[in-house]
């Protein structure tokens, strides 16, 4: 069962990709950059509310049905769901025939097998695609997040209650809905560079508030009033994260060559992943130097102290990742004049 999920996981990475990067970028390849948000934001809108509430509704079954029963009525419902996914999917691509199309090939292609370009063409790509993606990268490098599990975990260790953790996700989710909503709005009147720097710098400020009100926790227990400051400050940092996930997303549709787009979007992934990854591994570096206290107040306060480190960390990155975005430049109109003088054998998407 693991390995099935492993290898669902690697199957959904990749359709993820396709679709986000490429697909829509194909589709409205005429539209204009509010267009691609309007499109982006409501694609966003739809996974936020089913990450909202496809765990509710598999919490009840299992709940109502108890767990054997449960656990066949959420697979059961999974399977249906691929189905009606896959056949969406496929009427969507035999409807657009752009998206059969063969990509133009590159020198690096040529040259070289695809599982070795990613990373070259991924740092030459111009129009400071780098750091954009660094910048969005750096923001999974992070443990202040209402869906986090580590977070989520350390809250239950310091006797916040179940009611007030499911309100904490969905505060978090409804938070992203409203920070998707916004951006298309704002971006159609400010600019897209300039409401991405915006949500960018209030996802920074919030965690930073967050991480100040982390250390008046200290010695309380449950949903003290630093504590309820603390969660409400990492809801509003994702007012900030979505908003700018959309910019992301749309600044790589309208700047990302045609024939790079997979490979941009495998880079990202993969940076992406090993941020997670980082927060777990952390999570239990400082969990186990904490582990060797005798008494549970001696290790509630422990679990505190060992995991400022990690908000410490998390504050850090997201702040970094805003000063390099607000650092990196690139054309907005899509104009690189070194990159068709160097990659004159296909067009810029």
């Known amino acids: 069962m693991i390995v099935c999920g492993v290898v669902e996981s690697i199957g959904a990475l990749i359709s993820d990709i396709a679709i986000r990067k490429d697909w829509v970028a194909t589709i409205w390849a005429e539209g204009d950059h509010e267009e691609l948000s309007s ?115 350390y809250l239950q260790i310091r006797g916040v209650p179940p009611a007030a953790l499911a309100a904490f996700r969905a505060a978090g989710a409804l938070a992203g809905v409203l920070g998707t909503t916004f951006f298309t709005w704002l971006s159609a009147r400010a600019g897209l560079r300039m409401v991405a720097t915006g949500h960018l710098w209030l996802q920074s400020a919030a965690v930073s508030g967050a991480t100040a009100c982390f250390y008046a926790t200290h010695g309380e227990v449950g949903l003290s009033a630093p504590m309820l400051v603390f969660l409400a400050l990492i809801v509003v940092s994702r007012f900030g994260l979505y908003g700018f996930d959309l910019a992301n997303e749309t600044l790589q549709q309208l700047h990302v060559d045609e024939a790079y787009r997979g490979s941009v979007g495998a880079v990202e992934k993969s940076l992406c992943s090993l941020g ?36 410490y960390a998390s504050a850090f990155f997201v702040g970094t990742a805003a000063l390099i975005y607000t650092a990196h430049s690139h054309d907005d109109k899509g104009n690189d004049h070194a990159y068709h003088a160097y990659h004159d054998q296909h067009s810029h998407g």
């Open 39 to 153: 499109m982006n934001s409501a694609m966003a809108s739809i996974d936020l509310l089913a990450e909202s509430f496809g765990p509710l509704a598999a919490g009840v079954a299992i709940h109502l049905l108890g767990a054997d029963a449960g656990f066949v009525a959420v697979a059961s419902a999974n399977v249906v769901t691929f189905a009606i996914e896959l056949r969406l999917l496929s009427a969507v691509y035999a409807e657009n025939k752009a998206l059969a199309a063969p990509k133009p090939a590159t020198h690096m292609q040529e040259s070289k097998p695809g599982f070795f370009t990613a990373w070259p063409i991924f740092i030459q790509h111009p129009s400071g695609i780098p750091l954009l993606v660094l910048s969005y990268s750096l923001l999974y490098f992070t443990v202040l997040s209402p869906h986090d599990v580590v977070l989520t975990a």
């Open 276 to 311: 997670t990854m980082s927060a777990y591994v952390g999570a239990f570096a400082v969990s186990a130097s904490g582990s060797t206290t005798s008494s549970a107040s001696d290790k509630s306060l422990a679990s505190s102290l060992t995991f400022d480190v990690l908000v």
